[in-house]
């Protein structure tokens, strides 16, 4: 579906698209369409980020989508069933298993059952993208 006739239905379309989907917006509120514009998740999320090929976890390979939520962060995957609650400051994708998150300004690691693995007694040192680095 063109871009075109997205916005006919929604309001914006987001730059950070995954997959062969969209980010969309719809009175401010982010869902996900899917490249036919069928709604995969339904815009009822304050932001969103959607999965890609690096997205995917490993260990049973589910679409998973970054969400946000009464400004707290979580994942869920692509029927809108919550796989890590929202709850987090921050949360980077869920990887082999596993979860870079931020609780209460401290740093952790969770994972993909919410069970803390490295526990949040940790400062997030930001200074190079790709790299998470923490620090105590």
């Known amino acids: 579906i063109s871009e075109e006739e997205l916005l006919k239905r929604f309001d914006y379309i987001s730059d950070h698209g ?57 994942i869920v995957n692509d029927k809108n069933q919550v796989i890590i609650p929202l709850m987090y400051d921050r949360i980077f994708n869920l990887k082999d298993g596993l979860a870079h998150a931020s609780l209460n300004g401290k740093s952790g690691w969770i994972d993909r059952n919410n069970e803390v693995v490295i526990p949040f007694e940790y400062q997030l040192n930001d200074r190079y993208p790709h790299i998470r680095f923490i620090e105590r």
């Open 18 to 74: 995954g997959g062969e989907g969209k980010v969309v917006y719809k009175n401010g509120k982010a869902g996900y369409v899917d490249k036919y514009g069928n709604g995969v998740i339904p815009c009822l999320y304050e932001d969103m980020w959607p999965h890609d090929g690096y997205f995917l976890d490993t260990e049973g390979d589910f679409p998973q989508y970054k969400v946000k939520l009464n400004n707290k962060w979580g």
